[in-house]
Structure formats: C-alpha cells, structure tokens
C-alpha cells in the first residue's frame, strides 16, 4: 500500500473544528498521525474532553490510462496460460458479455 495524503478532522467540545494534513498508508495509521499532528501545532483537549470522533479524507494520486478497445476485447478473448490472469479475463468476459449491448451500439464490435 502506497502512501496517501489524508486530511485528519475533528470538533472539540467547542463545536470547533480542527484538521492536519498527515501522510499515512492506512486508515488508522493516518488518524493517530493526525492526533499527533494536532498535539504537535498547539492543539489542546480539555481534560475532561474525550475525542469521539475523527473524519478522515483521503487523497490519492490520479491514475490515467488510454486502452486501445479493440486490442482489450481481442485480449480479453484470448485465453491466458496464468491461472490469476485466466480468472480475471473470465470475470471481464461476463462483463463483456452484459455489456455487449452497449459495444454494439457504440459499433465497437
């Protein structure tokens, strides 16, 4: 799992709302950084405050890929001489095959 950029928010007994930018890999890791994160910039709870809550919003990078259609059916058909790879072209055949409607349609086929 790589590393994303997570906003780290949470309301204090105030009804105030603070939030961090933290980097981490996971859910939690990325809550108890940003807990951190808050102590280390000044934050401070009353003591007899007890954090109930904390939203975390999760940026990753984008992806982008340009598919040729014609070349992916062609290897979605082929069969694959990898186990893992022979599964996952038979669960892309199925939804081919609910979506062939559509390819039809769009005359991609």
Not at 7 to 26: F, L, P, Q
Not at 39 to 64: A, F, K, L
Not at 73 to 86: F, T
Request: with cysteine; hydrophobic share 35%.
């Amino acid at each position: 799992m790589s590393m994303s950029k997570c906003i780290v928010r949470m309301k204090d007994c105030h009804n105030t709302e603070h939030s961090v930018e933290v980097y981490a890999k996971s859910l939690y890791e990325a809550i108890l950084r940003g807990l951190n994160r808050l102590q280390d910039v000044g934050w401070e709870s009353n003591g007899n405050e007890t954090i109930q809550r904390v939203e975390v919003e999760i940026h990753q990078e984008p992806t982008r890929h340009i598919v040729d259609v014609p070349k992916l059916l062609k290897w979605v058909q082929e069969d694959s001489m990898y186990p893992a790879q022979q599964t996952r072209k038979e669960k892309l055949r199925k939804l081919l095959s609910l979506s062939s409607a559509v390819l039809n349609e769009l005359k991609i086929f």
